[in-house]
């Protein structure tokens, strides 16, 4: 097996990595056995194994092969306890699982514990993971408040991790010469080269999961009611994503659709509510032309005529003028007022007669209010 501890484990196929990981843990338990648990290249042993171990059950999970994911991470798990410095790696990948297999609940318990580790170190790169992680499993439990919290605080994090990227790449371009290498320092050269490869290279990834991180923080916006703000987070989104992603990246292409919707709701509800308005514009012109003829009725060149109509009347003699008749209704009226009168004054006959019990009067009184009912006009 010693051999085999600098072998270059990215060049191995997934069948040798699996034997590998076999050789590992052969290994491993041999050396506890015979030197115990503080053996150094056992530590180092086990720390390649942890490191494998998440790495295969990532790439299962991404293929779906929720089984083999899940028996590498267990693994990792124990792994974790001769190495706890991959426990926040290994949490974090069984978190993603379990929240993969609709297990949100365990997936929740297993990034609380990974945050707790994680903000007890004094530097740490995996916090903006874990938030970040931690806002898509508040999100499905639909606790949104405390979804968006930790999105912003990995976006906080994210960005000052990539400032400082930015600040120590340009202290390094001022510092290098721009003259041509010699041969000794050739190799210095390329070595340079890479790892300023290697380092754009991180730094895109970083700016990707930034991305992904403003994507979430417009679905929790939407989620709480705030239209405008998802829209401008969504469209600051696309705006990075063109800088930083390839132009047929998937999470490139969502963000594009979803700004589009956003335009096109809002182009319908600005049609709407033109439409909406539109019935109430005959109804002002038509008040405005009601004040024109009100004021062209009282114009003083109106009044001049009335003046002048009034004057001619004045000056027609008596005689010309036609009175009306007396208005018909007045005999109805009278008619009316005498049938009302001897009702009134049969009710008070009868009323007197029924107080001194003269009942000899009644067939007169029926014959009285029998003729008074027939005088009736209705």
């Not at 004021?295 to 000056?315: A, E, G, T």
């Not at 007396?326 to 009134?344: A, F, G």
């Amino acid at each position: 097996m010693s051999d085999n501890e600098n072998i270059d484990i990215t060049n191995l196929s997934e069948g040798k990595i699996d034997k590998y990981i076999q050789q590992l843990e052969s290994s491993i338990l041999k050396r506890s056995t015979i030197y115990g648990f503080d053996d150094l290249t056992m530590m180092k042993q086990n720390q390649l194994l942890c490191k494998l171990l998440n790495q295969q059950g990532l790439l299962a999970l991404q293929k779906q092969n929720f089984e083999q994911c899940i028996e590498y991470l267990k693994k990792a798990e124990v792994a974790t306890i001769y190495v706890p410095e991959f426990k926040v790696q290994t949490f974090n990948n069984l978190a993603c699982y379990y929240r993969k297999m609709g297990k949100t609940r365990t997936a929740l318990q297993y990034l609380q514990q990974a945050l707790q580790i994680e903000l007890q170190q004094k530097q740490s790169n995996s916090l903006p993971d874990i938030y970040l992680n931690l806002c898509a499993v508040l999100s499905q439990l639909e606790r949104h408040d405390e979804a968006i919290q930790h999105i912003y605080l990995s976006i906080i994090m994210l960005q000052h991790e990539l400032l400082i990227s930015s600040f120590q790449k340009q202290d390094l371009k001022q510092d290098q010469e721009p003259t041509l290498p010699s041969r000794q320092s050739s190799v210095q050269f390329v070595n340079t080269v890479k790892s300023n490869c290697n380092e754009n290279k991180k730094i895109q990834e970083r700016m990707s999961i930034l991305v992904v991180a403003y994507h979430n923080l417009g679905v929790e916006m939407e989620h709480l009611k705030l239209q405008f703000e998802s829209k401008k987070i969504f469209q600051s989104a696309l705006q990075l994503s063109e800088q930083c992603l390839p132009q047929d990246h998937q999470l490139r292409h969502t963000l594009g659709d979803i700004t589009k919707k956003y335009n096109h709701e809002q182009q319908q509800q600005q049609t709407n509510e033109q439409l909406a308005l539109k019935p109430l514009l005959p109804k002002v012109h038509h008040k405005n032309s009601e004040l024109n003829q009100i004021y062209k009725s009282v114009s003083p060149k109106q009044l001049l005529k009335r003046n002048i109509l009034f004057q001619q009347q004045k000056i027609i003699p008596y005689k010309t003028i036609k009175f009306t008749k007396k208005n018909s209704l007045s005999e109805t009226y009278r008619v009316e007022r005498d049938r009302i009168m001897s009702i009134n004054v049969t009710t008070e006959v009868i009323t007197k007669s029924q107080e001194n019990k003269d009942i000899s009067n009644v067939p007169y009184l029926k014959t009285v209010l029998d003729t008074v009912n027939q005088t009736t006009i209705f």
